[in-house]
């Protein structure tokens, strides 16, 4: 006897099907029609041109270390010289320019130009040379810039450095340190400031420009970011180690980044871990991995990357925690500012998945997802809850690019 | 007419045959040729205290007395045109008859007094100026532990292996900073050799050259070399995944090219084969390992001829104890580095010699291709630990390469 077709099983499937699908970050482009585009960097990039893929504004990114931009027509455009190891790009709020950073052997300049193109300009340089110091050791003086974000009236960058690598640890005024950090280079990247108009030279950003330190050797700091619409709050991720000193710890910081101008009677601790006044506070527990938080352009959210288990990765939106920064070491708000996090809610998860972005008008998220053993931007359709505030995806992940696209440059969306 | 059928099927078969024989010839036995039985002209009184190697009447590199051998890993920098430095330094001991093994990781700084009357100088100088015979005799004079075989690998050859794989795909665990990278495998402008280092976390590609900085790092993690080690699984997983992939097989002859040049050893293949299969199942637990670090010597800064070089010198006393119980060797160890009680030299510095005077850094290569044609069959059809087969031998040279970059058996266990 023929059996009936248990179509309501076989319905129920294949929703199953679709919605795992969606959590796996595998949308399917099957039905895609992505067209081949001429990046002029020696490598194939192809965008996907069908309606799934659709958005509004300018998603700038590199690939080959070649700063391209899609606009919402999907056309690619290069705005850089293939010679040129360029990363990090950022558009100023007001449209007018766009800040990245120019990779060389040694060291890298922080630089930006019309958002049209056009010639580039030097706000830090990086170049230095090799020496033997009096002890006879190899000593340099090159510096690494990275990551540049803008203030929201486009007057200031904060970026990362390198710059306090000869910090004197000697003569710290607060205590004695021991003598690995008297004789060793304090590596770390930290987040500074520089701007726009007449930028001192670096000998005075690396003293006056310091806006959030790191803990010697840890690892350093990360993806900083202004919070729209709060002049005084930057994000940034914090490498360190936990007490133990054995296992990593990665954090989001939130900060005011005036505060160790502002108040230099504080006793900060750059490098030394649990002494002195911390000017960062830190919004997610010690025991997760979190990494490379986006403010929404609303500055309400933020969308960061977790580190699931050593095979997945988590992109997740958060509430901001309000009114932390101000007073950073007092218990009550340590706590205060934790709790957000746990209203985190999972937007997709894969393998890898990184570098999130938030779109201009809030609805889409674009990140980097590992697929046919490349990383290209995806774009993920997000709204909030009414009642709740929760963020949550709509529909299915859709791939924007294939071919792959470079995964250590952090993107930027620009209206 | 069916005779001329029958001579033209034959003539298609021969061709075809001649043709598979050639590509066999000019893709795996010429270059594995070029790699493996290298004959090593020994330098006067580096003999062999067992006067025969077992191997001559066993066959069997893992059957009879104890083997020691030596691991050298160099830079392949262009600015070293005259030869290599030997920045990895490791002797292996293996006693066949326990299945011990142990480790000795030597400072390629170390100050000591180089065979055959080269005067002192450093470890890495000795392979420079000499070769592995040179190196090999230095390690017997100067510790009394005599080397029955070598291995060297250029770390450029690691670099193309990486870059035919593809590269690899990971997720770097977090900021790596580096002053102090030694800058050698390119063509540096910088005089005093190091390169700076900056490594963004989180999920990436890295190519060949990327991956290697990635993953010999000693100065980018708080916990040291635990901290390199997690680094190095991650990109032996990545690189074990793509070589495991069926698809590596269009790649062999490409990945036998890669080794070709940057893999050099006097064992014959089936050796190599066999001492990787004891590798892959080691109990990383139970391997001694030495490494002659603060704990048995100390940096000096040395006047020398040509200026003042930053040297490690040994503490003997500490050393030879060791050496003793690792080897075996009872009384025989010794430590003669030419190092006196008072910490001078009493053996004349060689520094003056220009870096571009080898002195006979060159390798008799044996004409063994014929040989190792007929070996490479016999290596494919034996399978390696864990069921897999070894294609040409191609899988066990490049984990002999694995093992001294990575400076662990660890490394072909992934």
Not at chain 1, 216 to 231: L, N
């Amino acid at each position: 006897m023929k059996r009936s077709i248990p179509w309501r099983a076989f319905f129920l499937l294949v929703l199953l099907a679709i919605s795992v699908q969606g959590c796996l970050g595998t949308g399917n482009n099957s039905n895609q029609n992505f067209k081949q585009v001429n990046t002029s960097n020696g490598q194939t990039l192809q965008v996907n041109t069908s309606d799934q893929a659709l958005f509004k504004g300018k998603i700038y990114f590199t690939q080959g270390h070649v700063l391209l931009l899609i606009d919402g027509s999907r056309n690619v455009h290069t705005l850089t010289p293939r010679n040129q190891d360029v990363r990090d790009p950022a558009v100023s709020p007001d449209g007018k320019r766009i800040a990245f950073i120019v990779r060389y052997k040694y060291s890298s300049d922080l630089v930006y130009m019309p958002v049209q193109g056009g010639p580039v300009r030097i706000l830090a340089s990086g170049t230095g040379h090799f020496f033997q110091n009096n002890n006879n050791f190899t000593q340099d003086n090159y510096i690494w810039y990275a990551q540049p974000a803008w203030s929201e009236n486009s007057s200031t960058l904060i970026f990362l450095s390198d710059l306090q690598k000869y910090y004197d640890w000697a003569n710290y005024p607060y205590g004695d340190l021991g003598g690995d950090f008297d004789q060793s280079l304090f590596l770390d990247m930290q987040v500074f400031s520089v701007p726009l108009n007449n930028p001192p030279p670096r000998s005075v950003i690396e003293n006056s420009g310091i806006v959030a330190y790191a803990n010697f050797g840890d690892g350093g700091d990360r993806d900083p970011g202004y919070r729209p619409h709060h002049p005084y709050e930057i994000i940034y991720t914090h490498y360190t180690y936990d007490s133990s000193r054995s296992n990593q710890v990665i954090q989001l910081f939130m900060e005011d980044p005036t505060m160790i101008v502002k108040h230099p009677e504080k006793h900060y601790h750059p490098g030394d871990p649990g002494g002195g006044y911390d000017p960062g506070i830190a919004i997610t527990p010690p025991n997760v991995q979190n990494l490379q938080p986006a403010f929404s352009p609303t500055g309400n959210s933020i969308a960061y990357i977790r580190r699931i288990d050593p095979t997945h990765m988590g992109l997740y939106v958060m509430p901001v925690p309000e009114n932390i920064t101000g007073d950073p070491n007092n218990k009550d708000v340590e706590q205060k500012a934790l709790q957000p996090y746990k209203q985190s809610s999972l937007i997709v998860q894969g393998q890898f998945v990184s570098q999130p972005i938030w779109s201009p008008d809030g609805k889409q998220i674009a990140y980097l997802s590992y697929n046919n053993n490349t990383f290209d931007i995806w774009l993920a359709n997000v709204s909030a809850d009414a009642k709740t505030g929760a963020y949550k995806m709509q529909g299915n992940p859709v791939q924007l690019t294939s071919g792959g696209v470079d995964g250590d440059s952090r993107p930027f969306w620009a209206p | 007419m069916w005779a001329r059928v029958g001579v033209s099927i034959l003539l298609a078969i021969l061709v075809l045959a001649a043709s598979a024989g050639y590509y066999y010839y000019a893709n795996f036995a010429a270059p594995v040729s070029n790699i493996t039985g290298q004959t090593v002209t020994r330098v006067h009184d580096d003999n062999n205290p067992n006067q025969v190697r077992d191997t001559a009447s066993t066959g069997n590199i893992l059957s009879g007395r104890r083997i020691n051998i030596l691991l050298l890993g160099s830079d392949t920098d262009e600015k070293f045109q005259g030869g290599y430095l030997a920045q990895t330094d490791i002797v292996v001991t293996i006693d066949p008859t326990t299945k011990s093994v142990g480790m000795l990781s030597i400072p390629r700084d170390t100050w000591l007094n180089a065979a055959d009357g080269k005067g002192m100088m450093k470890l890495d100088q000795v392979y420079f100026y000499g070769g592995p015979a040179l190196s090999e005799a230095t390690i017997h004079q100067d510790f009394g532990i005599y080397i029955d075989y070598y291995a060297w690998v250029g770390l450029n050859g690691f670099i193309k292996v990486i870059n035919t794989a593809g590269g690899v795909d990971i997720d770097v665990l977090h900021p790596i900073t580096d002053d102090l990278y030694p800058d050698d495998t390119g063509n540096s402008r910088n005089a005093y050799a190091y390169k700076r280092l900056y490594l963004a976390p989180g999920p990436q590609h890295l190519d060949g050259p990327t991956a290697l900085e990635y993953v010999r790092s000693r100065h980018a993690d708080l916990v040291g070399d635990f901290g390199r080690s997690a680094r190095q699984q991650q990109v032996l997983n990545q690189l074990k995944t793509k070589l495991n992939n069926p698809d590596i097989i269009g790649k062999l002859s490409e990945l036998a090219q890669d080794l070709n040049g940057y893999v050099k050893t006097d064992m014959q293949l089936t050796d190599v084969f066999k001492l990787m299969n004891l590798a892959r199942t080691v109990d990383q637990n139970k391997i001694n390992r030495l490494i002659l670090d603060t704990n048995y010597s100390r940096v000096e800064n040395l006047q020398t001829p040509s200026g003042t070089q930053s040297v490690v010198v040994l503490n003997c006393d500490k050393v030879r104890q060791k050496i003793a119980q690792m080897f075996n060797l009872g009384d025989n160890a010794v430590c003669n580095t030419g190092i006196g009680s008072s910490g001078t030299p009493t053996v004349t510095s060689v520094s003056q010699l220009s870096l571009s005077s080898n002195l006979s850094g060159e390798v008799n290569v044996n004409n063994n291709t014929w040989q190792t044609a007929k070996q490479l069959p016999k290596i494919s059809t034996m399978s390696l630990n864990g069921g897999s087969k070894d294609l040409f031998g191609i899988r066990s040279l490049l984990d002999l390469m694995l093992l001294v970059v990575f400076e662990s058996p660890a490394a072909l266990q992934t």
